[in-house]
């Protein structure tokens, strides 16, 4: 696994797994590896996204959350690997504080920009459906109750702002939910699972951890594997 930062001393483990996708019955070679560890009270989250031998580029980012569950910073490297890719990398830095996020974004070797937005309210949740491990904390936001004041997205493009707040509609619309037994490997789960109006089924174990995603669609899967837990 490639990371922004190794693990430091005094981190405790609390989960990790890597994320295979499938198209059918064939195994892509696209992965989405990652770890998740205690660190004083908070929880920092690694995460490392390998896309180059299928689309040419990866990812790797950290996540981390307040004792609160709240998150407080995102960090993501962007790396572009075809030779015709307009960009070759893109690092992104988001601070969530308590009245606005601050942005930082330098892509290739260019100045770093700067920029900030005022949060719109203080319940603020971070939606990041850009990595499998965080559609079970998108599904929870979705129903819960009160629904979050404030959706904020990060954007991955460069000729997108960083990032930007959105309406409650950027939440995943879930149209049926159940309880099921899920079986990955050796292994039996009791998982939520989610349907939702655009076509996908999540299986969500007790802890938040989607084990299992479906784009009917697209017929792509992703199924985590070599899942530990402390």
Do not use: C
Request: hydrophobic share 40%; net charge positive; aromatic share 10%.
């Amino acid at each position: 696994m490639r990371y922004l930062h190794p693990v430091a001393a005094g981190e405790q483990f609390l989960a990790g797994g890597v994320y295979q996708r499938y198209a059918g019955a064939q195994r892509l070679a696209m992965t989405e590896t990652w770890t998740m560890h205690r660190t004083g009270g908070a929880r920092l989250t690694r995460l490392d996204q390998d896309a180059r031998a299928t689309e040419g580029w990866s990812a790797l980012a950290e996540v981390l959350h307040s004792p609160q569950g709240r998150i407080e910073r995102l960090n993501v490297l962007l790396l572009y690997a075809r030779p015709d890719a307009p960009v070759r990398q893109m690092k992104l830095d988001y601070s969530f504080l308590e009245t606005y996020v601050q942005m930082t974004r330098r892509i290739d070797r260019q100045e770093p920009e700067y920029s900030e937005l005022p949060l719109p309210a203080p319940a603020l949740f971070v939606r990041l459906l850009e990595f499998n491990l965080f559609w079970g904390e998108a599904l929870h936001a979705a129903t819960a109750d009160p629904a979050p004041a404030a959706i904020f997205v990060p954007f991955r493009r460069p000729q997108h702002p960083p990032g930007q707040f959105v309406g409650a509609g950027a939440l995943p619309t879930i149209a049926d939910q159940s309880a099921q037994r899920l079986r990955l490997g050796r292994q039996e789960y009791a998982v939520r699972r989610y349907r939702t109006t655009g076509d996908r089924v999540i299986d969500v174990d007790e802890r938040g951890i989607p084990l299992s995603i479906h784009q009917a669609r697209s017929h792509l899967t992703d199924v985590l594997t070599d899942y530990a837990r402390a």
